[in-house]
C-alpha cells in the first residue's frame, strides 16, 4: 500500500511505486513532489491501478451556503469555459464587470473549501463582505493580524506565501484576484505549494510586461474567457469619451526638462545603449547599482519626468475641468504622491495615497459615495482591485505607459448608471515623454477592445 501525505509545501509518496511528477529523495526515503501535483498523482496511481492511503487534505469543515448570485450572459459563459476546463482557468474581464460574482457563484456550485488570494489588506475586507452578502457565510481571514480558517478564507498574497506549509493543504478552490500578481518571482510559489486542484484567475489585465504571465497556464491555466471593455459598453458598463489635452511647460520648466534629458540620452548614446522595451529599460535600471555614471543618468530622466509630470499649467487646466464638470463625481489620478498632495492642498480636496490609514480611506471612499465629497485625488493607489464608488469623470494628470493602469483606471468610470456617460480626460505636457507614454497606453487598450 502506498502512502501519501502533505509535508511543508510538498507531497512525499511512500512505498513500493514511483511517479512521473516526483523525484526521489533519499533523505526521507521516499518520492517528493510540488503540491499542485497532488491531483495528476492521485490520477496517475489510479490509472496504475495503484492503492494509496491517502493523508493529504486536512480540510476546514463544509457549511451551508445560500447564494443570491445572479450573472449576466457574459458572467455565465466566463463561468460555463472555466466548468468546461477542468474548473481551471484565468477569467480577463474590464474592472466593473464582476468578476468577484462569477468567482463567488463558482464558490456555490463547487461547495468546496476556497482559499481567496487578494493583493491588499483593503481587498480582504471587500472579499469578506461580499462572501457573507451573496453566500450568506462568515469568511476566514488570514492577515492583518487574524488567523482564522473557515470552509471560505480570504488572505493577501503575503500570508498565502508565509504560510503555505501550514495552509498547502486546506483548500481544495483557490480564487487568485488580481491574478497577475501571482507571476511575480515570490508569489508563484503559492500556486506550487497548494494542493487545490482547482483553481480560477481573475484579472483585467493578463499580460505582464516581463511575459512571466506564461508561467500561469500550468499553475492557474489558460485564459479560458476573454472580453474587452468596448464589448460591454453600453449594455453592461457605461459608455465613455477619451479626450487628451495637451499643455506647454513654462520656459524654465523647458530649460530643466531639456537640460536633464540631455544628461540622459548623452549617456545612452556615449555608451551606445538602445531602450526598445520595457525589458531593455529593466536592464539599463540594474546597471545603475554598480555604475555611477548609469545612475547619474538616470536620476536625470527621473528629474525630467517629474518637471513633465507636475508642470503648472496642468493644475491651470486641472481647474477649468473640476469647473467645468463641478456637478459630476470626479476622480483625479497622478503618478507621484507629491503631486496628489499639492492637488489636494491647492484644491482642498480628500487625497489617497499608499501612505493614507486603512480607516481613512475606509472614511473617504464612503463620503466619496455619498457625495458628501465630490472629489478625491489619488496616486497609483485605487489603479487595483479596490471597490471605488461610482464617478463619472476621470481626470489623468501622469502615469505609465501601462495597459493594466488604463484599463483600471478607466474601469472605476465604468460601473453602469442610467444615462450616464462616463469621461476619461488625460492631460499630458507638449513636447515630453508623456506624449509617447500617452499614445502607448491608449493604443493598447484600443487594440485589446
Same mark, same amino acid.
Request: net charge neutral.
Given at each position: 500500500m502506498l502512502r501519501l501525505w502533505f509535508d511543508k509545501g510538498t507531497l512525499l509518496l511512500k512505498g513500493e511505486a514511483g511517479t512521473p511528477y516526483?523525484?526521489?529523495?533519499?533523505?526521507?526515503?521516499?518520492?517528493?513532489?510540488?503540491?499542485?501535483?497532488?491531483?495528476?498523482?492521485?490520477?496517475?496511481?489510479?490509472?496504475?491501478?495503484?492503492?494509496?492511503?491517502? /493523508?493529504?487534505?486536512? !480540510?476546514?469543515?463544509?457549511?451551508? !451556503?445560500k447564494s443570491?448570485?445572479?450573472?449576466? /450572459?457574459?458572467?455565465?459563459?466566463?463561468?460555463?469555459?472555466?466548468?468546461?476546463?477542468?474548473?481551471?482557468?484565468?477569467?480577463?474581464?474590464?474592472?466593473?464587470?464582476?468578476?468577484?460574482?462569477?468567482?463567488?457563484?463558482?464558490?456555490?456550485?463547487?461547495?468546496?473549501? &476556497?482559499?481567496?488570494?487578494?493583493?491588499? !489588506?483593503?481587498?480582504?475586507?471587500?472579499?469578506?463582505k461580499r462572501v457573507k452578502e451573496c453566500l450568506n457565510l462568515e469568511a476566514g481571514v488570514v492577515g492583518?493580524?487574524?488567523? &482564522?480558517?473557515?470552509?471560505? &478564507?480570504?488572505?493577501?498574497?503575503?500570508?498565502?506565501?508565509?504560510?503555505?506549509?501550514q495552509l498547502g493543504n486546506k483548500f481544495?478552490?483557490?480564487? *487568485?484576484?488580481?491574478?497577475?500578481?501571482?507571476?511575480?518571482?515570490?508569489?508563484?510559489?503559492?500556486?506550487?505549494?497548494? &494542493?487545490? %486542484?482547482?483553481?480560477?484567475g481573475l484579472t483585467a489585465t493578463y499580460e505582464r510586461s516581463d511575459q512571466r504571465h506564461s508561467l500561469l497556464s500550468q499553475l492557474v491555466g489558460d485564459p479560458v474567457y476573454s472580453v474587452g471593455v468596448e464589448e460591454l459598453t453600453g449594455e453592461h458598463l457605461s459608455p465613455y469619451t477619451y479626450e487628451k489635452i495637451s499643455v506647454e511647460l513654462t520656459p524654465q520648466e523647458q530649460q530643466t526638462y531639456e537640460s536633464q534629458m540631455n544628461i540622459f540620452r548623452s549617456f545612452l548614446q556615449q555608451r551606445r545603449i538602445t531602450l526598445r522595451s520595457?525589458?531593455? *529599460?529593466?536592464? *539599463?535600471?540594474?546597471?545603475?547599482?554598480?555604475? %555611477?555614471?548609469?545612475?547619474?543618468?538616470?536620476?536625470?530622466?527621473?528629474?525630467?519626468?517629474?518637471?513633465?509630470v507636475n508642470s503648472e499649467a496642468k493644475l491651470t487646466v486641472l481647474a477649468q475641468q473640476l469647473e467645468t464638470y463641478r456637478k459630476e463625481k470626479i476622480l483625479i489620478f497622478t503618478l507621484h504622491n507629491d503631486l496628489v498632495y499639492r492637488i489636494s492642498l491647492r484644491f482642498l480636496v480628500p487625497a489617497i495615497t499608499h501612505q493614507t490609514p486603512r480607516d481613512e480611506r475606509r472614511e473617504i471612499l464612503a463620503n466619496f459615495g455619498n457625495g458628501k465629497y465630490p472629489v478625491v485625488v489619488t496616486s497609483q493607489v485605487l489603479d487595483e482591485g479596490v471597490d471605488v464608488p461610482d464617478a463619472s469623470v476621470g481626470l489623468v494628470l501622469g502615469g505609465t505607459g501601462s495597459n493594466r493602469e488604463y484599463v483600471q483606471r478607466l474601469g472605476r468610470l465604468l460601473r453602469k448608471k442610467e444615462d450616464k456617460l462616463a469621461r476619461l480626460i488625460e492631460i499630458i505636457s507638449k513636447e515630453t515623454m508623456e506624449v509617447g507614454t500617452s499614445r502607448r497606453r491608449h493604443q493598447k487598450i484600443r487594440g485589446a477592445a
Open positions: 516526483g523525484k526521489w529523495d533519499p533523505r526521507v526515503g521516499c518520492y517528493r513532489i510540488k503540491a499542485y501535483h497532488y491531483q495528476d498523482v492521485l490520477d496517475y496511481l489510479a490509472e496504475s491501478k495503484l492503492q494509496v492511503e491517502d /493523508d493529504v487534505p486536512m !480540510l476546514p469543515p463544509l457549511e451551508q !451556503l443570491n448570485v445572479e450573472l449576466r /450572459d457574459y458572467q455565465n459563459e466566463a463561468l460555463n469555459n472555466w466548468r468546461k476546463a477542468h474548473n481551471r482557468g484565468v477569467l480577463v474581464l474590464p474592472t466593473a464587470a464582476g468578476k468577484t460574482f462569477i468567482a463567488l457563484k463558482a464558490i456555490q456550485q463547487l461547495k468546496v473549501q &476556497t482559499l481567496i488570494v487578494v493583493p491588499t !489588506l483593503d481587498l480582504i475586507d471587500q472579499w469578506k492583518g493580524g487574524e488567523n &482564522t480558517l473557515r470552509m471560505v &478564507t480570504v488572505t493577501t498574497y503575503d500570508s498565502a506565501y508565509i504560510h503555505a506549509e481544495m478552490l483557490i480564487v *487568485f484576484d488580481e491574478v497577475h500578481h501571482l507571476a511575480s518571482t515570490g508569489y508563484i510559489q503559492i500556486a506550487e505549494m497548494y &494542493t487545490a %486542484p482547482y483553481r480560477i520595457a525589458a531593455d *529599460f529593466q536592464k *539599463f535600471i540594474m546597471t545603475t547599482g554598480r555604475d %555611477p555614471k548609469a545612475r547619474e543618468a538616470l536620476l536625470a530622466r527621473n528629474k525630467a519626468v517629474k518637471v513633465a
